[in-house]
């Protein structure tokens, strides 16, 4: 997935009244203001209430459901291969959000979103903060641990535990 498809995909939610902000891979990107490698999809922070909105919105345009893991995640693909990681949160007083998790879990916090920027233009994003502690819990890839060094560095922030 291209920055231009993201950005499209995230005008059209935007465009719907969904508040959205670009989570995952691409808000790694985001918040280091440059691509530093290839997405397969595009994830996304929003509010709970808006998850109904963004499924019409997505399917409207063709996406079908992929993976439902509600009311932790769902997932939408395009016959073209474009998808999109949806995450509801509920918002908390700080202007973030809690995510539901699978029991016996605790929800995520997710911080109050930041400005990041894909090709430029300035998008909301997780924090780097919130992107550091969402890369805790499981046997990170190669390019897990690329992004939390590259986001350790950049914003003087300590590395997580194995990492």
Known sequence: MSAAVALDLLRMLRGAGIDAWVDGGWGVDALLGEQTRPHADLDIVLPATHLARAREVLSGAGFVALREWLPTALAMRHPDGREV???????????????????????????????????????????????????????PQPEDRADVVALAARFALPRPEGY
């Open 85 to 139: 990681d949806l995450h509801p949160v509920t918002p908390t007083a700080d202007g973030g959000g809690d995510q539901e998790l699978f029991a016996p879990d605790p929800p995520f916090h997710y911080g109050p979103p930041t400005t990041g920027f894909l090709d430029g233009q300035g998008v909301p994003c997780v924090s780097a903060e919130t992107q550091l502690r969402a890369h805790m819990g499981y046997e």
